[in-house]
């Protein structure tokens, strides 16, 4: 469906005016590293420089505790540490939680801040109650080390001298730790001292830290590992590159912390609009591994190339893959979790396991979107649009729905009733005096809802009632954006990190959740004015961990040029590694005006992105689809086609992703872990298991070198010709495509009837490709709903499996009974069966238990512009897709 966007919300309740102009990025406008003191300080920390030990370890309600002590007492001149507090929870699925915090008991002048939202309760309740652990003298070690059950195969070791948390197989090799090369600080909050200054100043901004510096640092290994990849949102290469080192030219840390960022550069390690602390670890010798630490404060990662801990007095076990990072943040506690796999796919459903699974978008969000930021004033908008809720009705009887925006920030105005309600009610975030944080954003002066509130939540999400949200319809839907938040006057262009949230917690201490709870709250808010019937769909530029659970998310600002192409890619698929499965780029480039091949070649890898979307700047040239001449419409029609044909196929993996996290668009290595040539690999990705896609990402190319990994043969996904696997292919290139293949031994339900929305295509019918493998065998599925509501979870959907063997089609129902009256049904039919593969000499095929004939047609076949040899087809077979049935060929 062809999602209608418009920049403004069109007399809408809640109207944002976006009435002045941007500019680029400007470096100087953020801090770096050195300009960061927590940064600095945890970077000049030498290993080993730890003195804290485990003492009074302990069981207790159902975890191993212990206090973190200083192991030789301080000088009487240095400040006093008091003892940090060590729990470990395990479980089930083999997952470890470390927590560290200050003592309660000894009075720390406020609780640290622990992000609240973001860990699922039904995770809670998988607890594994401890009830013992053993000791263990570790080679070296003055004293003994306890250690833990984890789960079968895998167990935890808590080293008290020096203190050190790793989880080990129970042969005894390593999979991942913490502290091993003892660089874990935690700056513990104070009382300021006459005549100390703890503020901070950057660009005239004035950061008054009233609880002195409060951060904190580690160091976390991963062993067996070739590669690192996750800890979104950066623009560039998707298994990460080290940033300090011997050898290495060191360069920032990979930053984590919500900005609204003009047009940012590709290949840095720049943070942009959202963050998650959630690293992915992959070897070929061990598999894969994960840590997360939940922490919503600004946070800097260094990837440490091999050989950087020379200096270390450590004694560690040598292995040869390790990768070592150095975790640092400005605030808040240590809680993190450490997952063992041992392969990609147990790795990232054990951390959905923690965040929670992605939501299953309605149908008509998985197709394509039209955009453009483009209506300059009010004027504009009343003359286009003077009756809004008709246009969206006109819109809706065609089977197309709006977004329209919603940002956080509202104009302090008297004459806007929201502001009113709002600073009446004290709804706003409060600057570090204690009043209404007034800053500056599209409408000028704005102050912002603390949405750390459960109570300002619950009165945003009632805003989205058709009663108060007037003008408003049930196909509106909506975009949060300049939610990092944006301040366009406040340091790095967001909010002063000690202004005040619900419960006084600083904002520093939650930055990058801030547009997570926005995006909660919007989409409750869409949810509860359907009365809980029908999904929301919010697309939100700011996220965090957990953001998978309320809608979609894009890259943010590009910029129209081949490099903002090809890094699109990677970028999509650490998103998806990291639980945001349903994520998308601006295609053709947000800013700039895209050359007509470099915006066909863009649609052409975007109708592969989840969230498929052409979006533009206002001063950029108009660039729909119809506006570059007839032969290049023609091309970008044709890539709008091949996504929804494949809308069947994309929705039943929406729905693998809403199961278990599994993303959509996924790295090659997913799919092939122990294959180390896709270890690297980020110009190619896979859509689901069964299909692998090369993006085209240089002018005027002629050629393009494709990897197709495994074994089993791919068939072009045009033409049908097959490709061996296992082999780099130099293919020719046309205007016409990007090389996409289907894997042998699968199956794609697809439609070829086009509509001019996909809602129109809900009931036409099926064809099903077959791929066949050597054993002449291939295996698929097929995810129906009614496209839109929460039934799914009641058991209202069909579930099919299909398999082909030995010469027979057979369709197998795989979805459980669905309870009472919890049904869905569908009239659809399989009007059309292609094998891929085939060998020759089948002459007619027989439908049980219908006991009839149906039409065979021998290739070649005209797959939409080539032709393919060794292609069977049966022509009609008009089986209902919701039935057992069988076919086979005779």
Partial sequence: ?????????????????????????????????????????????????????????????????????????????????????????????????????????LDPPKKRFEVADVIVPEFLDKKLWLQRFSKETIDGDSEDSSVVYLSDGFEVVLRHDPFEVYVREKGGKRVVSLNSHGLFDFEQLRVKKEGEDWEERFKGNTDTRPYGPQSISFDVSFYGADFVYGIPEHATSLALKATRGPGVEESEPYRLFNLDVFEYIHDSPFGIYGSIPFMIAHGKARGTSGFFW??????????????????????????????????????????????????????????ISVTGAPALPQLFSTAYHQCRWNYRDEVDVEMLFPNPEEMQKKLAAKGRHMVTIVDPHMKRDESNHLHKEASNKGYYVKDATGKDFDGWCWPGSSSYPDMLNPEIKSWWAEKFSYENYIGSTPSLYIWNDMNEPSVFNGPELTMPRDALHYGSVEHRELHNAYGYYFHMATADGLVKRGDGKDR????????????????????????????????????????????????????????????PELLVRWYQVGAYYPFFRGHAHQDTKRREPWLFGERNTDLMREAIHVRYTLLPYFYTLFREANMSGIP????????????????????????????????VYTERAKKVSVYLPGRQSWYDLRTGTIYKG????????????????????????????????????????????????NSQAAEGELYIDDGKSFEFEQGAYIHRRFVFSVGKLTSLNIAPSAPGNSQFSSNCVVERIILLGHSPGPKNALIEPANRKAEIELGPLHLRGGNSPDVVTIRRPNVGIADDWTIKIL
């Fill in 536 to 595: 929301p769909f919010v697309l939100s530029r700011a996220f965090f961990s957990g953001s998978q659970r309320y809608g979609a998310v894009w890259t943010g600002d590009n910029t129209a040029d081949w490099d903002h192409l090809r890094v699109s890619v990677p970028m999509i698929l650490t998103l998806g590694l990291t639980g945001m499965t349903f994520s998308g780029a601006d295609v053709g480039g947000y800013f700039g005006n895209p050359e």
């Fill in 294 to 351: 939940l922490n919503a404060a600004e946070m800097q990662i260094d990837v440490l190339g091999s050989g950087w801990n020379a200096e270390s007095s450590i004694s560690l076990p040598s292995d040869q893959n390790r990768i070592d990072t150095l975790w640092m943040s400005e605030a808040g506690v240590v809680d993190a979790f450490f997952f063992v796999g041992p392969g990609p796919k147990d790795v990232v459903r054990q951390y």
């Fill in 726 to 773: 296992g082999v780099t292919h130099k293919l020719e290139v046309s205007e016409e495509s990007i090389p996409a293949f289907q894997r042998a031994g699968t199956i794609i339900p697809r439609k070829y009837r086009f509509r001019r929305s996909s809602t129109q295509m809900v009931n036409d019918p099926y064809t099903l490709v077959i791929a066949l493998n």
């Fill in 664 to 695: 959509v668009v996924r790295p090659l290595w997913m799919e092939f872990p122990a294959d180390e040539a896709t270890f690297s690999n980020d110009e190619a990705f896979m859509v689901g298991k069964s299909l692998l896609v090369q993006g």
């Fill in 1 to 105: 469906m062809r999602t209608v966007y418009l920049y403004h919300l069109l007399y809408l309740l809640l109207l944002v005016a976006h009435l002045c102009s941007v500019s680029s990025w400007k470096r100087e406008e953020f801090r770096n590293c050195n300009q960061t003191p927590f940064c600095k300080r945890a970077r000049s920390r030498k290993p080993g420089s730890c003195s804290l030990i485990a003492a009074d370890v302990a069981i207790a309600d159902g975890d191993l505790i212990a206090k973190l002590i200083p192991k030789n007492p301080p000088l009487e001149e240095q400040e006093p540490i008091k003892p940090l507090i060590l729990s470990l929870s395990v479980y089930q699925d083999g997952i470890l939680r470390l927590k560290i915090d200050e003592d309660p008991s």
